[in-house]
């Protein structure tokens, strides 16, 4: 009776177990990350410009929020010496990263694909 009594616990312990989880996975949302469509990608990086340093997290993290799309973007490694008076001139020195330049404004720190479509003008077809 003992080995039995041992199961029973054993399997309603189990059924408890499996339970939870089936509860707790219910009610967590996982999300796929929502990277912006091509023509998005396209349109923020005809009209503006990403300054970056390859040391940046904030730059990596801003990079990674278009995915696959980030080659559509018009993005300046402020680290490579051919950039750096490109970097000066449009950053100045001890310049933020990442700065975005859109329609010749600089605005420094990540930004939410929506800020950058409504900073760009970008308008749904």
Not at 53 to 60: E, I, V
Request: aromatic letters at 10%.
């Amino acid at each position: 009776m003992g080995k039995e009594k041992l199961i029973t616990t054993g399997v309603v312990v189990l059924i408890l177990l499996i339970a939870s989880g089936v509860i707790f996975f219910k009610n967590t949302s996982f999300t796929v990350k929502d990277f912006p469509s091509e023509e998005v990608a396209k349109y923020i990086g005809e009209h503006s410009v990403l300054y970056v340093l390859p040391t940046c997290s904030h730059c990596k993290d801003q990079e990674d929020l278009f995915g696959a799309n980030v080659k559509y973007l018009n993005i300046v490694d402020c680290s490579k010496i051919e950039n750096r008076q490109k970097c000066i001139d449009a950053l100045g020195i001890g310049g933020r990263f990442p700065t975005w330049i859109i329609n010749g404004v600089k605005y420094e720190g990540k930004k939410t694909i929506e800020e950058l479509k409504e900073l760009t003008g970008y308008q749904a077809k």
